[in-house]
């Protein structure tokens, strides 16, 4: 209850935290590249631990400062680079150019998932059984397929990620939890592919949250979307009261235990 108290803080009231956090960039084994660790040294337990998975821009100061916010709140955070290169898109053909490069090779892409949640798992913050994977855009779609695969994470939260799937979970694969925020007015993420996922992650059986947001369009979360999207001419759109109730959420999932 205490990390809810802090992170509604952060978001509502723009607060800042008086602890100490620290900030590593770490190397991932076998090349695959880089992340960003977060650390609370103000934390006395081990607590729930949180892969943060960008959006299609790539690892930039966006995910970054959600894995920071988090470290705030309490928990311990890597911004991973799933990407693998280090680079970040400022335009959406390059953003686009680094996404199909990443989906075209998911076993890569799966083996640097899985070297982030080993470097995570010996973080001794991070406590057995309560390690847990957010994404946005690109990063939702990332951790969902995580969940599809029956990774061992206690849960995964997609925020304006893709829902759909050409590897569709069958009954009792997906381990995690689920929770997922979405946009009504969000061409991206279209109303058959929501009902189509609901339908998914009935018949597999899984523990789900659906949280849609009438209105609200594609990266709602981000601040900086109101004025991509102007630049762009793209249905990109930042809503405040959808960022802050679907923070609350993310809060409450992190801190429900079994």
């Not at 960039?25 to 695959?32: Q, R």
């Not at 686009?96 to 090779?105: N, P, Q, R």
């Not at 995570?120 to 059984?129: D, N, R, T, Y």
């Amino acid at each position: 209850m205490k990390r809810f108290f802090l992170l509604v803080s952060l978001i509502v009231a723009g607060q800042t935290s008086s602890a100490d956090i620290i900030e590593t960039e770490v190397t991932l084994p076998d090349g695959l590249g880089k992340g960003i660790m977060y650390l609370n040294d103000d934390q006395k337990d081990p607590g729930p631990g949180v892969i943060v998975v960008h959006e299609w821009w790539g690892l930039n100061d966006y995910a970054r400062n959600r894995a920071h916010m988090l470290a705030q709140a309490g928990y311990t955070a890597l911004a991973v680079d799933m990407y693998g290169t280090g680079e970040v898109a400022t335009h959406p053909k390059d953003a686009k150019s680094f996404m199909e490069t990443a989906l075209s090779d998911p076993e890569t892409m799966n083996a640097r998932f899985q070297a982030a949640r080993t470097m995570m798992l010996k973080q001794q913050q991070v406590e057995p059984g309560r390690l847990f994977a957010i994404g946005y855009c690109f990063g939702g779609a990332v951790v969902l397929e995580q969940a599809r695969r029956g990774t061992d994470l206690a849960g995964v939260a997609s925020f304006h990620g893709s829902l759909g799937t050409e590897n569709p979970a069958k009954a009792g694969e997906i381990k995690a939890r689920v929770l997922v925020a979405t946009g009504q007015a969000d061409p991206m993420v279209p109303a058959e592919q929501v009902s189509g996922f609901v339908s998914e992650m009935t018949t597999a059986g899984a523990d789900f949250q659906l949280l849609s947001f009438p209105g609200v369009k594609h990266s709602f979360t981000n601040p900086g979307a109101d004025a991509a999207g102007k630049r762009f001419d793209m249905p990109l759109a930042y809503s405040a009261h959808a960022d802050q109730v679907s923070w609350k959420a993310l809060v409450d999932f992190l801190e429900h235990e079994e």
